[in-house]
Structures are given as structure tokens and as C-alpha cells.
């Protein structure tokens, strides 16, 4: 007897992968271990690794976080790396940058904590700057201010130069949100810059913000790439590495690997293919690979 055969419907489909992937994140003890932050001097610009997309920046003096994630669950998938840094270890924060409303990236649990931890050092919450359609989700979390960009939008706040820039992504919370923002950031401050791209595939726009903007340090996504259907919104290694040739920074750190399991690739396959690219392209020693709480100093 002939059967017809249904598509699933999108949310079924996803909320199974997403179970799966639930269930894979406890099979493993968290590894890593979180340190203390390395303090650099006005005049140097400090980049931290914090896992996954999570930055501290220091640059022109101020302190700059973005897409905090220091919660060891979103929700119920756990993550596999602990974050390099405690938030009760943060020097205060000047400002956050969020790219995109995913939970990966704009977690309102480590946004609460930061905004308190702030408070108690300084007596002030630190600014926040969104993608325009995402200030809804932090008004209430308890910052100074609350800043909305959209692409090549500049903004001057807290001494530093900030220019949202254009990636290949989406940007909803939940399935149907899909009228908010997304994209990445250039700051600038002090003779240098540093390019944060969000969640993006490979896409043609990286030629420009090079060209425009003149990165010194490009922090670029390199895993959640398999099945080849990811690449419609995330960059694979060699992409990636594509990517910073365009973009013509003069160092790249990864990022968008190992803390969370969302693609299907092995966890350690993303910095084994980055390293295999980087030297064909023979830009090795232009790659830092950081370690969760470890710093890119410069100057």
C-alpha cells in the first residue's frame, strides 16, 4: 500500500535536533579551567578568549565584553568547555557589544551577573550596544544605556569608535522573531581596531569591511559547519581563513568552536582544519589559536 510521505514541519525538525544535541552535551564531564584575567595598560590592546564567541576587550583603556556566555547551560544544553574567565574576576565593564539575540551569544543570565558585578566595583552598570530589534530582550537587565545600530552604522560611546558591521546569519530568539538584527562590530580606539564578525557564512561583504574599516585583529567563526546545509549562515575553517585574507587584518583568533555542541563535525576537527588551511595559505604564524582565559597582547 502506498504511503505519502509528509514533511516534518520546521519546529519538529528542529526541536529534535536540538534534544540531540541536548543529550550529547552531558555525555562528557566539562573540561578547561577558568583564570584570571590578564590586565594590560591603556596604551596596549588585550584580547581574551573567554569560549566560544565571548571576548573580553581591552582597548583605549576601556573594557569592552562581548556576547558574554558564562553560564554552564542554555537552558538544558551544557556546554563543554568552561569559560576562561569568572565574572567575580572581571575588571568593571565599560561596554557590551551583543551580534545577534541567539542564546549562544546573548545569554540574559551572564548579562544580569556582569551588569551587578559592575555596580558593586564602580557604582555604574556598563553600556550595551544591539542590532537594531534586539533592545526589547536587555531594557531591563540594568545597564546605563542601551544603544541600537544597524549595518555600517557608527557610533562613538565611551571614548571608543564602534561600527556595526554586515554578516550572513539570522537573528530571531525564539523560530519567528525573525525582525531582529544581527551582524558584527568594529572598535577602534587608540591606533588600533579589532573586528568581532558574529555568527556569519562565508560571504562577499568581507572584502569591504577590510577595506573600510582596516582591522588590525579579526576574531572569526570556525565551527558548527556540518552538515554542509550549516555553511547557509556559519563559515567553515576554510572559509574562515578565506575570510581574514580578505578582510586583511594582520592576526586572526577563532572562535564559534568547542564550548557548544551544535554541529555534527567532531569537537576537535575545527583547529585541526584552520591549522591545515593557514598553512597552505602559508598565514600560520598570523593565527592565534587561544585557550580559553588566554590573551592576545599588543603594543
Not at 146 to 172: D, K
Request: glycine letters at 10%; aromatic letters at 8%.
Amino acid at each position: 500500500m502506498a504511503q505519502v510521505l509528509q514533511r516534518r514541519p520546521f519546529v519538529v525538525t528542529k526541536l529534535g535536533q536540538l534534544w540531540r544535541l541536548v543529550r550529547e552535551s552531558h555525555e562528557q564531564p566539562m573540561a578547561g579551567v577558568s583564570r584570571l584575567p590578564e590586565l594590560v595598560t591603556p596604551e596596549e590592546l588585550g584580547v581574551t578568549f573567554i569560549g566560544h564567541s565571548s571576548f573580553l576587550l581591552q582597548v583605549g583603556g576601556k573594557n569592552v565584553l562581548v556576547d558574554p556566555v558564562f553560564s554552564k547551560r542554555l537552558i538544558l544544553l551544557r556546554r563543554q568547555r568552561r569559560a576562561g574567565l569568572l565574572v567575580k574576576d572581571l575588571p568593571a565593564i565599560d561596554l557590551v557589544l551583543l551580534t545577534h539575540a541567539h542564546m549562544d551569544h546573548l545569554d540574559m543570565a551572564s548579562l544580569r551577573r556582569v551588569v551587578r558585578a559592575t555596580l558593586r566595583l564602580t557604582g555604574r552598570a556598563p553600556e550595551v550596544v544591539v542590532p537594531k530589534g534586539v533592545e526589547d530582550l536587555v531594557a531591563r537587565l540594568g545597564f546605563a544605556r542601551v544603544h541600537e545600530m544597524e549595518w555600517w552604522q557608527q557610533l562613538e560611546v565611551q571614548r571608543l569608535r564602534v561600527t556595526m558591521t554586515p554578516c550572513r546569519h539570522w537573528g530571531a530568539r525564539m523560530f519567528n522573531d525573525t525582525h531582529r538584527g544581527y551582524g558584527g562590530y568594529v572598535v577602534e580606539s587608540g591606533g588600533y581596531s579589532v573586528y568581532h564578525s558574529g555568527d556569519t557564512a562565508y560571504f562577499d561583504g568581507f572584502r569591504e569591511i577590510g577595506q573600510r574599516l582596516k582591522p588590525e585583529v579579526a576574531l572569526l567563526p570556525i565551527g558548527a559547519y556540518f552538515p554542509d546545509s550549516y555553511r547557509a549562515v556559519h563559515t567553515s575553517p576554510e572559509e574562515a581563513a578565506r575570510a581574514f585574507v580578505e578582510v586583511g587584518a594582520e592576526w586572526m583568533v577563532p572562535m564559534h568552536y568547542g564550548t557548544f555542541r551544535l554541529g555534527r563535525e567532531p569537537m576537535d576537527e575545527p583547529v585541526q582544519r584552520l591549522g591545515a588551511e593557514a598553512g597552505r595559505l602559508e598565514i600560520r604564524e598570523r593565527v592565534r589559536v587561544l585557550e580559553e582565559g588566554e590573551t592576545l597582547r599588543l603594543g
